[in-house]
C-alpha cells in the first residue's frame, strides 16, 4: 500500500478532526488529535470516535486498513493520549519502524512538549524537574492515578507564563521523560497547579467559573511537539511534528 493512499482521508475514514501533522517516506506518521477523540476503541467491536473508524486489533496495538488482498495491512499506534487531551501521536505502517519507535519510547529517546492552562502560579523554585511515583487503578470504570507508590513518573517544567485576570492562571510548557497514565494531570494537580478543565484531577469550581466565564469546557492540556531520530537500513532520519495549541 503506498503511503499516498494511506494518508488520504478520502480513501481512509479518519475520525473526525483527526489531521496528518507530519509524515516521512519510511511510513512514520504524526497525526493531530482533537479533544474527545480516542487513541483506540476502549472494549472490542468499537469503530468509531477514534482515530480511525476501521477495527483495531489491542494485541498488535494497530487498526486494520486496507480493502481485498490488503485487508489485513495494520497501522500501528506508537503512543496514546487520553480522549480529553488534544495535540500529537505517532503511527506507522512498518513493522521495523515499529519497533524502533517502541523502544526509542522505553529509552526516553523521543521528545515531546505539552502545554497546559492551570489554575495558580508556578513559583519555579528549585530544580524544575518534577519527579513523583505513581500508580493506577480502576475507578467507576475508569482509570485514576495516585501518587506515593508505584512506578516514577518524571516531567520537565520548561515554562510558566501568568495569565492575567480571574481567577489566577498560567500557561505551562511540560516535557514528559517518562510516559505514566495521567502523567500531567496529576503531577500539576500535586503542585497545587490543577490542568484547567481536569475533572478527575481539577479544582471542580473554578471549572465551572471558567466554563462560565471564558467558554473553556475541555481539558486544556494539548502535545504541541513531537520529534524522534532514528536509523533505518543505516541511514538517519528525522521527524519532527508541531501543533498548534487549540485554547
Request: overall charge positive; charged content about 25%; proline content about 5%.
Amino acid at each position: 500500500m503506498r503511503l499516498k493512499e494511506l494518508v488520504d482521508a478520502n480513501a481512509y475514514p479518519w475520525g473526525e478532526g483527526v489531521q496528518i501533522a507530519a509524515l516521512d517516506g519510511n511510513g512514520l506518521i504524526a497525526v493531530d488529535k482533537p479533544a474527545g477523540i480516542l487513541s483506540h476503541p476502549n472494549r472490542k467491536g468499537e469503530a468509531s470516535g477514534c482515530l480511525l473508524n476501521v477495527p483495531y486489533d489491542e494485541e498488535v496495538q494497530a487498526f486494520q486498513l486496507g480493502r481485498g488482498p490488503d485487508a489485513d495491512k495494520p497501522l500501528y499506534l506508537l503512543n496514546r493520549l487520553d480522549s480529553a487531551t488534544s495535540g500529537l501521536l505517532l503511527m506507522t505502517v512498518n513493522k521495523k519502524l515499529r519497533d524502533l519507535i517502541r523502544d526509542a519510547f522505553e529509552k526516553r529517546r523521543i521528545r515531546k512538549v505539552y502545554e497546559a492552562l492551570v489554575f495558580g502560579t508556578s513559583r519555579r523554585e528549585g530544580s524544575n524537574l518534577w519527579k513523583d511515583r505513581l500508580s493506577v487503578s480502576k475507578s467507576q470504570g475508569g482509570l485514576r492515578a495516585s501518587v506515593g507508590s508505584g512506578v516514577t513518573a518524571e516531567t520537565k517544567l520548561l515554562s510558566s507564563q501568568p495569565i492575567p485576570g480571574i481567577p489566577v492562571m498560567s500557561l505551562l510548557t511540560l516535557s514528559p521523560q517518562t510516559g505514566r497514565t495521567h502523567q500531567l494531570r496529576i503531577q500539576a494537580s500535586k503542585r497545587g497547579l490543577p490542568i484547567v478543565g481536569d475533572r478527575t484531577y481539577g479544582n471542580f469550581a473554578k471549572n465551572k467559573q471558567v466554563a462560565r466565564s471564558k467558554g473553556l469546557k475541555r481539558l486544556c492540556l494539548h502535545c504541541t511537539e513531537t520529534s524522534v531520530e532514528y536509523v533505518l537500513r543505516g541511514k538517519k532520519f528525522h521527524l519532527r511534528a508541531i501543533s498548534k495549541r487549540p485554547f
